[in-house]
């Protein structure tokens, strides 16, 4: 294999490799011959597929796979011999020009850049601190018994904290909506759920009564045709029910898992829960803060194009996704995320490099400590652990979040940082 490197640009190559057919051609022919001695196809006997029917059903993708390997040979070799410091994917497609009994394939390559000096004490780092407090712990249980709270009809007047049944009707432009009859509907007042002028005028009515108001609604409300318009409003109350908030007592607490039904173990069991988000809101809050202060160190340094675009194309399918389950219509174009790319990139190749330059590598103590505090989420750990041990994909991503949250700690350790204590709630709050 004939392999050769020609400089595009300042952080692009273009790598060109010219294998030999013969040498394509003798190794997918190898691989034909052992298919075809194990292969099971109708109609033939193990071991007498003829080879023309080998070729057909399986020449195609065991021809694509040898040359895929030797591609990865020739940009492997490419890397070594050149000393390339490969950022992302290279594209690889057809060459022109091939010669007779040859095929030629370019790779285009992007590299990462040159960051000169990166002296980590020269930034200023932000270190939030929290602890987890017994208050939060029982504003924790609160929490779960609103969960598992029930709703009583009472006869009384509507009062917030309430929930509430309504049939509704409105008419807008003298259209009314619906046609006929009402819509059903049901709100805790003070949820903010519906409009406040509304919500305000349910409090103090009984199941029974009816009212009618008049409501201008802002411009840039949820439903179209009654933005910015005088939206008349009849409603009727018809139940009122009160939350009924559950005892704290075994059974409660054994329908969280808590085998003994134990109060204090109950308690420990959320202390923990609550140190484990709160160690993840640390970290987030950290790795914000130091890839603010690398973006403002290095944002003057070229980075490879393609590699910004690619991670612009995914910001935008992952805000395209999260708007599809909001039930919303997202249109936007790449070009939208390029800045926030950009700076995703600078800081993914800063960690890259750090990490390279000082020889740190991933400590296997602190992969096993996070993979437990993933799986202890779960009702079966156990089996999540042997889920991301059986998954390379999942054990990789996992490893490159272990090794980024080193890096963090690393460059924070040497910049100049001051702590600032938080409150577990604003700790937390992203």
């Not at 190898?30 to 109708?42: G, H, P, T």
């Not at 005892?247 to 039904?261: N, W």
């Amino acid at each position: 294999m004939q392999v050769s490197v020609e400089s595009t640009g300042n952080l692009e190559r273009r790598v060109i490799l010219s294998l030999p057919a013969g040498d394509v051609e003798s190794q997918v022919g190898s691989r034909l011959r052992e298919i075809a001695q194990n292969v099971r196809i109708k109609g033939f006997r193990p071991g007498k597929v003829p080879a023309k029917v080998v070729e057909q059903r399986f020449g195609g993708q065991v021809r694509a796979e040898v040359v895929d390997g030797l591609l990865r040979q020739g940009l492997d070799q490419a890397v070594r011999e050149h000393a390339l410091r490969v950022a992302g994917l290279p594209q690889v497609a057809p060459g022109e020009d091939a010669g007779e009994g040859e095929l030629k394939y370019v790779a285009s390559v992007e590299l990462v850049p040159e960051f000169g000096e990166l002296d980590m004490s020269k930034l200023e780092v932000i270190r939030h601190t929290a602890e987890v407090t017994d208050a939060d712990i029982e504003r924790m249980l609160e929490n779960l018994r609103q969960q598992r709270a029930s709703w009583r009809v009472v006869e009384r007047e509507a009062k917030a904290g309430d929930l509430v049944d309504l049939e509704i009707s409105s008419t807008v432009d003298g259209v009314r909506t619906p046609a006929e009859g009402v819509e059903k509907s049901s709100t805790v007042l003070g949820s903010a759920a519906i409009y406040p002028e509304v919500e305000s005028a349910i409090v103090g009515m009984r199941a029974g009564e009816e009212k009618t108001i008049d409501v201008t609604l802002p411009a840039d409300w949820h439903v179209p045709q009654f933005a910015g318009k005088t939206v008349t409003s009849t409603f009727k109350l018809v139940r009122v029910a009160e939350q009924v908030l559950p005892e704290v007592d075994a059974a409660f607490i054994r329908s969280f898992g808590v085998k003994s039904g134990d109060l204090e173990q109950f308690k420990a069991d959320i202390r923990s829960n609550l140190e484990r988000e709160l160690k993840g809101a640390l970290m987030n809050r950290l790795r914000r803060e130091v890839g603010e202060q690398l973006v403002a160190a290095y944002k003057d340094v070229e980075l490879p194009p393609r590699l910004v675009e690619t991670e612009a194309r995914a910001l935008l399918a992952s805000a395209t996704e999260d708007a599809r389950r909001r039930g919303q219509a997202l249109e936007a174009a790449p070009e939208a995320f390029q800045e926030a790319a950009r700076k995703r990139v600078l800081v993914g190749l800063l960690v890259g490099e750090i990490a390279r330059r000082n020889e740190l590598r991933l400590d296997p103590a602190r992969l096993n400590e996070t993979l437990r505090l993933i799986a202890s989420t779960y009702e079966q750990p156990e089996q999540v652990i042997a889920l991301y041990r059986n998954d390379p994909q999942l054990m990789q991503g996992l490893q490159t979040r272990v090794m980024e949250e080193q890096v963090i700690d690393w460059i924070a350790e040497r910049a100049k940082h001051t702590e600032q204590a938080l409150s577990f709630q604003d700790a937390i709050s992203q």
